[in-house]
């Protein structure tokens, strides 16, 4: 490019980072005007829901490996009455991870489970509410 040695380190990587994004503009519009799509890589990483549960097993048998993660604790603690998030042979592992809880979670994950117990316990529900309601339950006997 003219006049690409008068430039600092810094400008040039600007240049070329530019330079990069127009052209893989340039690509995707004539892959587009060609009619094919963009495939998307396959391999990804394991959503949300799993790499929870793996954090909760690895925690289970491997503790000198497991780490605690504050967002994988939080997503066990919100879907934990939830039994396609939280299968039934996770809960009672994720139950033992509980009586180790302190402070604010504790107290939190007591009073969600306090109310789903008075909210579904008001009326007949289906087989999941009647679930979930067992789970709050637990929950609370555990904590309490």
């Not at 008001?122 to 679930?131: W, Y």
Request: proline share 3%.
């Amino acid at each position: 490019m003219e006049g690409e040695e008068d430039l600092s380190p810094e400008e040039r990587r600007v240049m070329e980072r530019k330079m990069k994004k127009i052209m893989k503009k340039e690509e995707k519009k004539r892959i587009k005007d060609e009619g094919k799509t963009l495939e998307k890589s396959e391999v990804s990483k394991p959503m949300a829901p799993q790499q929870a549960l793996d954090y909760l097993t690895c925690w289970a048998e491997n503790r000198k490996e497991w780490k605690f993660q504050k967002t994988r604790q939080t997503r066990l603690l919100q879907h934990m009455f939830d039994s396609e998030q939280v299968p039934d042979e996770n809960f009672s592992v994720l139950l033992l991870y509980m009586e180790g809880l302190r402070g604010a979670a504790r107290d939190t994950t007591v009073q969600k489970a306090v109310e789903l117990v008075k909210e579904l316990g008001e009326g007949p529900g289906d087989k999941d509410a009647q679930q979930r309601a067992q789970r709050a339950r637990e929950v609370i006997q555990l904590l309490t």
